[in-house]
């Protein structure tokens, strides 16, 4: 194994703050419809999924909804900037929409794994 190998191989920067999931999402899957074929898909992760609730449907501000997810407000809102992405670029790309990356009950604090966001094509 070289030495490139290695580097893409080890883990980089600090472990995932595990993140408190209030609420489950009551759907896991939001597909277009009126488009023929099999469109492409984007990852919404499920903390981004509960930062978009807290934040754009219950409206809480900043601090209390990092305080809800239970990480930092700079990390709030990387997370919810991340989760509009997302969520703009299935919307306007026509594209499925799976929302998730957890196995656990809400109102635990949950590991959330990254998920790439390409299209496996």
Do not use: C, H
Request: charged residues 30%; aromatic residues 6%.
């Amino acid at each position: 194994m070289d030495r490139e190998e290695r580097a893409v191989n080890m883990a980089r920067g600090r472990p995932r703050k595990l993140r408190k999931i209030t609420k489950e999402p009551p759907v896991t899957q939001f597909s277009p419809r009126g488009r023929i074929g099999r469109p492409g898909y984007v990852n919404l992760t499920i903390d981004g999924y509960e930062a978009l609730r807290l934040a754009d449907f219950l409206g809480y501000n900043q601090k209390e909804a990092s305080k809800s997810l239970g990480v930092s407000q700079q990390t709030f809102s990387r997370v919810l900037k991340r989760a509009r992405k997302t969520l703009a670029e299935g919307i306007s790309l026509g594209l499925i929409i799976n929302i998730g990356g957890y196995k656990k009950r809400a109102k635990k604090a949950v590991k959330i794994p990254k998920i790439s966001s390409e299209n496996p094509s």
